[in-house]
């Protein structure tokens, strides 16, 4: 179990183990529990997207039984950041803490332990989208849920403790920081210029310099000030704060996406390990507002103390240029994908 402590004076969250001690994650089994033949190993699957000619099942495991052939398999974690079970301690400031209370879902990819989310086929992406979606909006009538968080990491310098092809869904009873700052910077924009911030950068970037790709619905860029080398965004055009509302269409458009840009990103930077996360608006009430979005993160160096101390980002790569390199394999990629020689 762990509690959320906040910084004396700063809006920063830390997830710290209670005085228990440390989450035990235990020795890691010599099996894969994510593969198929392994579920005993899991806790039982809360949703299992089986296809069956050509229709999508949603299942889940039963004190009888397991579902198997399945292609998308969802379940709680094992080695959870928050938990449903933490204890009801709570301390004011300047130690202001809570209980790091939510849900900690693992969203197993693909039944290939060797296949990965950079060459996963876009049917495949596309079942993993349509099941994200069908959590969120799961997550968001549960109690205590303020924000559904979504994350992705891939290889071990990307934080990945298992390499079995997966995504992280993780609620919290608060509005993240990221997403809050954002949010009240967005929020501000539109005050004094009655317009999404969004919608202005897909305006001034669509056909620029930093575009990487293009599809109907959806717009990849690399942004004109990144963290870190070879960052991308992917942007709805049209503007839209809920994830759990984007179309089947749009869901179809976006597995395109993925699979084109993440691919071409292994590419051209050979395997690079990455972080990937979704940023979206919280779904309850809530004044401010966010035009969702997908960043990813190339982990091609490391930070210094001007970073880790200051918050101020050394980039040795134009984003100009990263999207030059970057926008030529994502292309290829999507040719080939589309069937365009």
Known sequence: MRELRKDYVLDKFVLVPDSSGAPDAGKQPEKCPYCPGNESMTPPALLALVVKEGMLQRLSDSEDALVDDWSVRVFESRSPVVTQTSAATYSDKPLYSEPAYGYHQVVVATPDHKQSLTKMSVDQWGNVLVVIQDRVRWLYTQKSVTYVSIY??????????????????????????????????SHRFMNENGSCPACNMISVESSGPRQILATDSFLALCPWAPTYPYEFWIYPKRHITSFSKITQKEINDLALMLRATLGGMSKALKDVPFNMVFHLSPEKKNSRQIH??????????????????????????????????????CRKELAGLVGIT
Do not use: C, D
């Open 152 to 185: 992705v990491n891939s290889g071990t310098a990307a934080g990945a403790q298992v390499p079995h092809p997966h995504l992280n869904m993780v609620t919290f009873s608060q509005i993240p920081p990221a997403i809050e700052l954002e949010a009240e910077g």
């Open 292 to 329: 969702w979005h997908i960043e990813v993160y190339p982990q091609l160096s490391t930070w210094s103390g001007l970073e880790r101390g200051f918050g101020v980002f050394v980039n040795n790569v134009r984003p100009e240029k990263a999207a030059e390199v970057l926008g030529s394999a």
